[in-house]
Structures are given as C-alpha cells and as structure tokens.
C-alpha cells in the first residue's frame, strides 16, 4: 500500500528505473514507485521524463507541481482512472437533484459537527452556537447553516479581526492544507472513475474540482486544528512539511484506525455508494481524537 508523500524542494532531474523514481542531484536517491502516495514537486528547477510521468499516472500517484512561490499550483490527472469509467462518468450525469441534495445535508453536517468538536477542544464557549446551527439544517442546506456556522467558527479560532481573504501566514497555511487534502480527493475521484468537474452542490464553471470541493468539507476541520496549534509567524518550507504529515495523522473509520490518506478513500467509496445505491446510510465518516 503506497504511504509516502514526497517532497521534491530544490533543483533535481527525475526519471524512472526499473521500479524506481530516481531523484538525480548531487547525489542520486530511489524509492520504489509502489510506496509513493502524493508526489509534490515544491519548486520550478526539476525536471522530469515523460516515462515517470507515465509511470506515476499508471500507479495513480497524485503529483503536485508548485509556482514560483512553492504554493501548489496545478496537478497531474489521467483521463482515465478506472477500467469501467465510461459508466461510472454516466452514473454521475444522472446523479439526480434529490439524493446529490442529501448527501450534501450530511456533508454540510458533518463539516458543523467536526468545527464544533473542534471548538470543544480549545473550551470556546462558541461551540454551542455551532451546534444550535447543526440542529437547524435544513435539507439541500437551504438556508445556508455552512456558511453561518464558519463566520463563527473561523472568528473564534482565529480572533474577532481575522478573514479568509486576508493576506497572512494563517491563512497560507489553511490554504496550502486545503489544497493538498483537496488534491487527495480529486486522486480518489479519477481513481473511482468518476470526474471532478460535476458536483454535488459546487457548481462553479470556473472550478475543475467542484467534486472533489463537496466532498472535502469535512476534512478541513483537520487542517484548521494543525493550523491552530502552528501559530505560524511565517509559513516556509517547515511549515509546509508540518502541514504535510497531516495526511499521515491517524483517525477513526469504519471501526479501525486509519491514515488520513487511507480515510479519504474510503470515505470517497462511501459517497459514491450511497450516490448510486440511492443510501446515505452507506456513507462512513471519520472520528478522531481530540
């Protein structure tokens, strides 16, 4: 089972050997193909061979490449992840209204309940306000709980002045997280058969990955308590690495300890189980401990 994320930081040429991704600097370093999870490419002096880059599209590595600033910027996804994708691209156009609207219920909850719990752990008193919104959603969100209960819940973790759209280390740490759990699921996506462009209440034209932005939103809560106990001053190359271990932090799922990078799977499984068998009871999400 692949496990590690790799970062590649400074300038290097990687090509494949027998198995191997080779990383060629000063010195060379291999490590087998079967054990790569996410491949990060962190800066624009690497180059790679097209035969990696087939290989890793072949064992569904997600790979990662960053812009001049070493912020993710775009991801390497094959046309196609499974053997049966033509149906399953099918499958989802005839998703219909009524069950995409209530697996997004249970989504928007389980996001409120995790930022909730989230809360709880640090004794913010604001907690409750998020579990009086939980008790309020209505079906399809319609009256749009998600979007109260994070103006709460971002304010009460971060201060009274704090805003996602401003520019600090705070919010490049959540927005490097964000993006590398969302790549994760858009890994899981393709790798299903399915395509990340139509979702279940994202609609953006603009947004490739409005799948993978549904299912994600439960996850954040993970990103959002690293964040927390980070207090970055600076977000560098340190920081990315501390957010990075993240997807190697372990939680519960379907009654048995897992990775992050393992949970995100099956709980992908689950959505789209309980998307064509028409169940939301099918859906598995995680618990960890707080």
Known sequence: MSWRT??????????????Y????????????????????????SVSL??????ELIKKK????????????????????????????????????????????????????????????YWKLPEKQMLYDYLDEIQFGDSTNREGHAAKVYFNALFG??????????TNAALNYGYGIILSAFNREIVANGYITQLGLFHDNMFNQFNLGSDLMEPFRPIVDKKVKQMKPAKFEHDEKICILQILQQEVTISNRNECVNNAIKIYCRSIFEALNERDISAIKFYEYEL
């Not at 790799?6 to 198995?19: E, F, P, T």
């Not at 291999?30 to 962190?42: A, D, F, R, V, W």
């Not at 912020?71 to 209204?97: C, F, M, R, V």
């Open 6 to 19: 790799v970062v590649i930081s400074n300038s290097a040429k990687l090509d494949y050997q027998l198995g």
């Open 21 to 44: 991704l080779v990383v060629r600097r000063d010195d060379v370093v291999k490590i087998h193909i079967s054990e790569i999870s996410i491949l990060i490419i962190e800066t624009t």
């Open 49 to 54: 061979t097209a035969a990696l880059l087939s």
């Open 61 to 120: 590595i997600k790979v990662i490449f960053c812009d001049e600033k070493r912020n993710p910027s775009s991801e390497l996804i094959p046309y196609y992840g499974a053997h049966d994708t033509s149906i399953k691209i099918k499958n989802q156009i005839d998703w219909d209204a009524d069950i995409k609207s209530s697996v997004w219920t249970e989504i928007v909850s389980e996001k409120i309940r995790k930022q909730a719990q989230h809360l709880e």
């Open 160 to 169: 009274m002045d704090f805003t996602r759209t401003a520019e600090n280390s």
